[in-house]
């Protein structure tokens, strides 16, 4: 079964701290793997994507196939960094692209 | 830069009417997506549509609901007979092959 886990509803640290949100998914295969991230009042917007290695807001994620897992990693937080994180890999059926989202963690970064 | 847009933002049914919930999607994309999220809940995945057909359905998808873009632009969703577990966060979401971009929601209650 496709499966995404986010154990942590709610992480909360102080800004500069920094930020892991954890992520572990069941997947057969080589999964493609989005963060998208919900700021307070905002639609959902994608965070980044593992394949494209990049670095947004400063945030990075690696792909750890061995422990299935995509953690969201930031070394500094920001007080703007507050906001619904979810984790979510796309499963192909037919010619689209389903997502598949975690829980969400709620990131909350303290003053 | 253009978005994804929904109509209305707030619905308020009683249970066993229909509902039309809208989206206009970004032009030139050409995957369409329907997820809710019920309060409390994750985001799931409702339906995805491609070439003016359903590509895929998820098991929340039966009968009752449906999809079509009557105008080639805009994208409903049609609830036929709503129930109380209806109640929830509507998000449209439309993309490329590669990226899906959120509408803002809906929130249906139903009473």
């Known amino acids: 079964a496709q499966r995404v886990t986010q154990p942590e509803k709610l992480l909360s640290v102080f800004k500069g701290a920094p930020v892991e949100l954890k992520c572990n998914y069941s997947?057969?295969?080589?999964?493609?793997l989005f963060w998208y991230v919900q700021y307070s009042r905002q639609r959902l917007q994608l965070l980044l994507r593992?394949?494209s290695r990049e670095s947004i807001k400063g945030f990075t994620a690696d792909l750890n196939k061995g422990e299935t897992s995509f953690h969201l990693k930031k070394p500094f937080a920001q007080e703007e960094d507050s906001a619904m994180y979810y984790c979510?890999?796309?499963?192909?059926?037919?010619?689209?692209?389903?997502?598949?989202f975690g829980t969400g963690t709620l990131l909350a970064v303290q003053p | 830069e253009p978005e994804v847009t929904q109509t209305p933002s707030h619905q308020v049914t009683q249970m066993g009417q229909e509902v039309i919930l809208r989206c206009v999607p970004i032009?030139?994309?050409?995957?369409f997506y329907w997820y809710r999220q019920i309060l409390g809940q994750k985001v799931e995945f409702l339906v995805s549509?491609?070439?003016?057909?359903?590509?895929?359905k998820s098991e929340i998808f039966d009968d009752q609901f449906s999809v079509e873009r009557p105008d080639g632009s805009n994208f409903t969703l049609k609830i036929r007979s709503t129930k109380l577990e209806d109640s929830a966060m509507y998000f449209c979401?439309?993309?490329?092959?590669?990226?899906?971009?959120f509408g803002p929601g809906t929130r249906l209650t139903v009473l």
């Open positions: 032009s030139n994309h050409l995957y």
């Open positions: 593992h394949i």
């Open positions: 979401a439309n993309g490329d092959t590669d990226t899906q971009y």
């Open positions: 979510a890999p796309p499963f192909y059926g037919g010619a689209t692209n389903k997502l598949i």
């Open positions: 549509f491609y070439n003016n057909e359903i590509s895929e």
């Open positions: 997947y057969s295969g080589s999964p493609e």
